[in-house]
């Protein structure tokens, strides 16, 4: 991943927000950013009642097909959304300064939404001398350090 895009890693504080925005544009492209989002539980939920919805069509229209298991389905996509999670917190991992791995707890690493919840607890500007430098630092942004003009475009 770090070969694919120029990306400073998370150093804390000081350029916790420039790192979301780039790690954010990041993940988007890799269909990942949905994982730092939410638990899944909600998501899982509404996956699963889909496939199953599909699956009792499809047992109606051909009666040699067995019937839908509803916990092997929810099972299945659960399996799914944590494999995809464990992605994207590897990507994540991926783009943080080794001094501040050690913040993160090994339930951190195989889950990108509890990682990036502790990260934010512990790196999220919280005042407004923080926004302003931060806020100077997307101003000096420069087209020149990214891949192409839509990862710049994502980026800002």
């Given at each position: 991943m770090s070969?694919?895009?120029?990306?400073l890693?998370?150093?804390?504080?000081?350029?916790?927000?420039?790192?979301?925005i780039?790690?954010r544009?990041?993940l988007?492209s890799?269909?990942?950013?949905?994982?730092?989002l939410?638990?899944?539980?909600?998501?899982?939920?509404?996956?699963?009642a889909s496939?199953?919805?599909?699956?009792q069509?499809?047992?109606?229209?051909?009666?040699?097909?067995?019937?839908p298991?509803?916990?092997?389905?929810e099972?299945r996509?659960?399996?799914?959304?944590?494999?995809?999670?464990?992605?994207?917190?590897?990507?994540i991992?991926?783009?943080?300064?080794?001094?501040?791995?050690?913040k993160?707890?090994?339930?951190?690493?195989?889950?990108?939404?509890?990682?990036?919840?502790?990260?934010?607890?512990?790196?999220?500007?919280?005042?407004e001398?923080?926004?302003?430098?931060?806020?100077?630092?997307?101003?000096?942004?420069?087209y020149?350090?990214?891949?192409?003009m839509?990862?710049?475009?994502?980026?800002?």
């Amino acid at each position: 991943m770090s070969s694919d895009y120029k990306i400073l890693p998370l150093k804390g504080k000081d350029n916790y927000t420039t790192w979301l925005i780039d790690i954010r544009a990041i993940l988007q492209s890799k269909n990942g950013w949905q994982y730092t989002l939410s638990d899944g539980s909600t998501e899982i939920t509404a996956a699963a009642a889909s496939q199953l919805l599909q699956q009792q069509q499809a047992y109606a229209a051909a009666t040699t097909l067995p019937v839908p298991d509803q916990v092997a389905i929810e099972r299945r996509v659960r399996r799914n959304w944590q494999t995809n999670s464990e992605k994207a917190a590897d990507s994540i991992t991926l783009t943080i300064h080794a001094n501040f791995k050690a913040k993160l707890t090994d339930k951190d690493f195989n889950d990108a939404f509890k990682m990036m919840s502790h990260l934010k607890q512990l790196y999220k500007p919280s005042t407004e001398a923080e926004f302003f430098m931060l806020m100077r630092d997307l101003m000096a942004t420069r087209y020149d350090i990214f891949p192409s003009m839509e990862t710049y475009l994502t980026h800002i």
